[in-house]
């Protein structure tokens, strides 16, 4: 089975609408390897001939850091670091046939393939004032692989840029250049890495209405997967699994919007919503997901 981001709101359904796969029959606790995160060569070899190999250097230990810590943080999964492709191949399920698999196995390969870190004098004559502006920008591509399966199948990719910039103009910021670059840095691929976190947990255990009452729900996603008050999420009704006429692969469920919720509070393992729309219509076992926002032109 392959799926593919496109930007919009993917009709995954992974767990419940690969009828007769080795995940509808999985049991236990969900296992994710992760790939050690690289540079892609030709970005490699740029930033190092324009000296600033140190720069994606820090770029990708910090990577390495953030993104354990969001997946472990999602409480989803027993999550394993590998170092390379040939050790995340090894953490493949090789147990035999798909009625023999007891949990969920999953492997995330990332791979920042642009990078930029820019930094701008400014001048203010008016003002009689010297200045920098310093950007960050981050582009990485995530791919998520069922490795219940031999060989493994891609699940799902995904492309998250981040950009982050700080403009400092008082003489005694500009003194500390060097902890403006990292601070950016750091909030780039803090972003980043939680926006990749999420689309890990989203494609594995999409988020689910654990309870109704009246106009208000309790939803399975906590503070440490991005949820924030005041958000509108989308409730939504599961219909027939869908497959390629063409392939036969299973590309996941039918959905539609039945209602909309607003985020009231956050704990840190669940949150709650008010009910927007649709409050008649809402059951429990719903999927409930976040719009994805239209990227900036």
Not at 107 to 117: I, N, P, R, Y
Not at 223 to 240: A, P
Not at 268 to 296: H, I, N, S, Y
Request: net charge neutral; hydrophobic share 40%.
């Amino acid at each position: 089975m392959q799926v593919r981001w496109n930007g919009t709101l993917a009709i995954l359904g992974v767990v419940a609408g690969l009828a007769g796969g080795a995940l509808a029959q999985a049991t236990g606790p969900a296992t994710l390897s992760v790939e050690k995160i690289h540079a892609k060569p030709t970005l490699q070899k740029t930033m190092e001939n324009a000296g600033k190999g140190s720069s994606i250097g820090r770029v990708t230990e910090a990577f390495d850091t953030q993104l354990m810590d969001r997946l472990n943080a999602s409480r989803k999964f027993k999550v394993t670091a590998v170092s390379d492709q040939a050790d995340l191949l090894k953490a493949v399920n090789r147990a035999g046939q798909a009625a023999e698999v007891k949990t969920l196995n999953y492997g995330l390969v990332a791979t920042l393939d642009d990078f930029e870190d820019s930094t701008e004098r400014m001048e203010f004559k008016t003002l009689n004032k010297v200045g920098l502006k310093r950007k960050v920008r981050l582009s990485v591509v995530a791919k998520i692989y069922n490795l219940a399966m031999d060989p493994p199948e891609l699940y799902e990719t995904a492309n998250i840029q981040v950009a982050k910039k700080d403009d400092r103009t008082e003489s005694v910021e500009l003194q500390k250049n060097a902890e403006l670059t990292d601070e950016v840095m750091i909030l780039a691929v803090r972003d980043a890495a939680q926006q990749i976190a999420d689309r890990v947990v989203n494609v594995a255990f999409p988020a689910k209405v654990l309870a109704k009452t009246d106009k208000q729900i309790t939803i399975n996603r906590g503070d440490s997967t991005g949820v924030e008050i005041g958000q509108v999420w989308q409730v939504m009704s599961q219909g027939k699994t869908l497959t390629d006429p063409d392939t036969g692969e299973v590309l996941g469920r039918e959905e539609a919007v039945v209602g909309k919720a607003r985020v009231i509070a956050v704990q840190p393992k669940f949150c709650t919503a008010e009910l927007v729309e649709g409050a008649d219509k809402v059951t429990e076992g719903m999927v409930v997901r976040q719009p994805t926002a239209p990227k900036p032109q």
